[in-house]
């Protein structure tokens, strides 16, 4: 798992950023039409879910999928296909699918981060992002009747937060994968 994670550090650190440039297009943008934010997390769902199936699939010397990673991917991508075909859906079913999104692709997260406690240090970034995103879940179905511009905000700091957390652990995954350090049996450096 660990290689897995270290050979496709890249694409960890592709969604760290489409995350940062989705989050700060919505600060920049709040007065931006419905139909653009369902256009901008259409694109993010089938980027982010792209990687996912990526990283699921890609591993070195015949190592096997991880259902997880590509399942997560799935729904994913899905959620942003089903938001450019229906553009027309009201604010609350958005709502409700981007919830949906950030629940499973947060729990995914979190199950990954498990598996990895004894393989890696800095694990607990992809657990807490995993958190983040499950929490932002429940929290846009608790209150779906939110503003317009405070649900935007609230999407943005989001994106933000888990893009600058998955970027810290490409960045950590990229050294382990040239030089291997960083590993929990016999690391000097502790994240």
């Known amino acids: 798992m660990e290689s897995r994670l270290s050979f496709n550090w890249w694409a960890l650190a592709l969604r ?75 604010a609350l079913a958005l709502l409700a699918l981007i919830g949906a999104w950030a629940i499973v692709t947060g729990a995914a997260e979190i199950m990954l981060a498990y598996r990895l406690r004894k393989e890696i240090r800095g694990e607990w970034l992809l657990a807490l992002n995993g958190v983040l995103s499950v929490l932002f879940g429940i929290y846009v179905w608790l209150f779906p009747g939110a503003g317009a511009l405070a649900l935007v905000w609230l999407i943005a700091t989001f994106a933000i937060l888990s893009g600058v957390m998955l970027l810290t652990l490409a960045f950590r995954m990229r050294s382990l994968a040239q030089g291997g350090h960083g590993t929990r049996t016999g690391a000097s450096s502790a994240f």
Do not use: W
């Open 16 to 90: 760290g950023v489409v995350a940062i440039v989705f989050g700060v297009l919505a600060f920049i943008l709040p007065g931006a039409t419905i139909g653009a934010l369902i256009l901008l997390f259409a694109a993010y769902a089938i980027v982010d879910g792209a990687s996912h199936v990526i990283t699921g699939f890609r591993g070195r010397s015949g190592d096997t999928p991880d259902i997880l990673m590509i399942l997560g991917g799935i729904v994913g991508i899905i959620a942003g296909i089903v938001a450019v075909v229906l553009p027309g859906l009201t």
